[in-house]
């Protein structure tokens, strides 16, 4: 089974190096040097990784074969594929792999069905899990610790408790204006109905 691990950005410096948006949480295991990496698009691939080094917080990889900046920026955009083994699951006990959650079903705590997992964007913040819900429509829900409750791959499913609004329109608006706007209101009333 394929997962994509990262997406090559611009180059760095000019020996070849390019920094790397990693879309892995094993990126010691996945992105070493010595990994072969399937590409897409198909042809810039497979890329042998040669040396890797973070600087200034972001991840720099040099592929063999990529001597110059104007290698690495012919690399711009491609994604980075490792080939990983169905069976296997990540080393941290809460951490999934995408192809374990897609299809599991989406429902809250209290057993109302939300729907499906279709998909899972990785976003700089954090991932969300795209569910398809029983109208055909979609809905986001942010994958974060105080929303998703619970992953069970054993039921096929994940329990999600979402705050007001997340997964309906009927979201309860209230702040401390809109009740001292009542309060106000209401005292106008009562001095009117006392005159």
């Known amino acids: 089974m394929q997962l994509v691990v990262a997406r090559i950005g611009r180059a760095h410096g000019i020996k070849g190096d390019v920094t790397v948006e990693v879309r892995t949480d094993e990126p010691e295991l996945r992105l070493a040097p010595g990994a072969v990496l399937a590409t897409d698009p198909a042809s810039t691939g497979p890329l ?12 720099l990889l040099r592929f063999e074969g990529v001597k110059d900046r104007s290698a690495a920026e012919a690399l711009r955009n491609t994604l980075l594929i490792a080939e990983v083994d169905p069976e296997e699951l990540p080393e941290e006990e809460d951490e999934y792999y995408d192809h374990q959650l897609m299809d599991l079903d989406v ?63 009927r979201a309860e608006i209230a702040s401390s204006r809109d009740s001292e706007d009542s309060q106000d209101s209401e005292a106008a009333q009562d001095s009117e109905d006392a005159s």
């Open 107 to 169: 429902v809250t705590a209290d057993g109302v069905e939300v729907g499906r997992i279709t998909e899972i964007s990785h976003l700089p913040s954090q991932d969300l899990f795209i569910v398809e819900r029983p109208d055909g429509s979609e809905v986001l829900i942010p994958f974060v610790e105080e929303i998703v409750a619970e992953i069970d791959l054993a039921e096929q499913k994940a329990v999600i408790t979402p705050p007001p609004g997340l997964i309906d329109d």
């Open 48 to 59: 042998t990784i040669e040396a890797g080094r973070v600087h200034s917080g972001r991840l």
